[in-house]
């Protein structure tokens, strides 16, 4: 049985304060000596998730936007895949254009008065300083085609009534470090479609799914083996996952320790 890994990047394989991996290098060399897929599933964009894949010098398909596109490189698979093809990917959309999704914050903005603003409304350096994000990174987080993160100054009361608006007008939201609003795709759906061509492919698989949010949770219940790492705090997010595994550490030290414990059922 071939084990896959899917995996959220902020705050899980990356450090919540300063995105650093190095913590979980010891199950990251265990991944690629035995040629475990690892499947980045992220709210990042594209274009986020392509550069850490250059530093990760990671071949494997991924997730964009909170499960808003599945990128597959051309050939993976030894069959058909399918997808529109570009940039030596197959690109399977899930998600409503980042246009739309920024439409409907606006009409929300205007109709409601509350203080809202979206990541496009930003420039790279304020997206920064609000992220912990390099400048160059935060470009790339700008670069987004289905999910729109933004924030809103308000109370409690404000923010119950703009999220309620997103769900009337038929998008939805997420929240992690930051609120999202998106269409009805979610990180389950899109890992779904891989699960299904990695069984395709290897005929039995295992699936592994580390998080660290509640935005989370699609994806988790498609894994059999699911896993909440600690957040800064100290505590995990309160969510009721059948098998659900809480590692002992935040972000990428839980990420290490949960991966090295479930792959030794493998060997």
Request: aromatic share 8%.
């Amino acid at each position: 049985m071939k084990p896959v890994i899917f995996t959220d990047l902020d705050g899980t394989l990356l450090d919540p304060v300063d995105y650093s991996y190095e913590a979980a290098s010891e199950a990251l060399e265990v991944i690629k000596r035995k040629k475990i897929p690892l499947v980045f599933t992220s709210s990042k964009t594209r274009a986020e998730i392509e550069y850490l894949r250059e530093r990760f010098s990671n071949r494997d398909p991924f997730i964009s936007e909170n499960g808003g596109a599945v990128f597959i490189p051309e050939g993976y698979f030894p069959f058909p895949t399918e997808g529109e093809k570009t940039d030596g990917l197959r690109v399977i959309t899930l998600g409503s254009p980042v246009s739309e999704v920024r439409k409907a914050l606006e009409e929300i903005k205007h109709s409601t008065g509350a203080k809202i603003k979206g990541f496009g409304e930003m420039g790279a350096e304020e997206v920064a300083l609000l992220s912990g994000l390099s400048v160059v990174e935060a470009g790339l987080c700008k670069e987004r085609e289905f999910d729109e993160p933004f924030i809103i100054d308000g109370d409690e009361p404000v923010k119950e009534e703009v999220l309620g608006l997103i769900e009337k007008t038929g998008f939805s939201w997420t929240r992690g470090r930051f609120f999202h609003i998106l269409g009805s795709h979610d990180k389950g759906r899109a890992v779904r479609i891989l699960k299904d061509l990695f069984t395709s492919f290897y005929g039995k698989i295992a699936t592994i799914g580390l998080g660290d949010n509640l935005n989370d949770v699609p994806f988790l219940n498609e894994c059999d083996h699911p896993v909440l790492v600690r957040k800064p705090g100290g505590g995990h997010e309160p969510a009721e996952i059948p098998g659900l595994i809480r590692a002992e550490g935040v972000g990428p030290i839980g990420w290490n320790s949960a991966v090295l414990r479930i792959l030794e059922g493998f060997r």
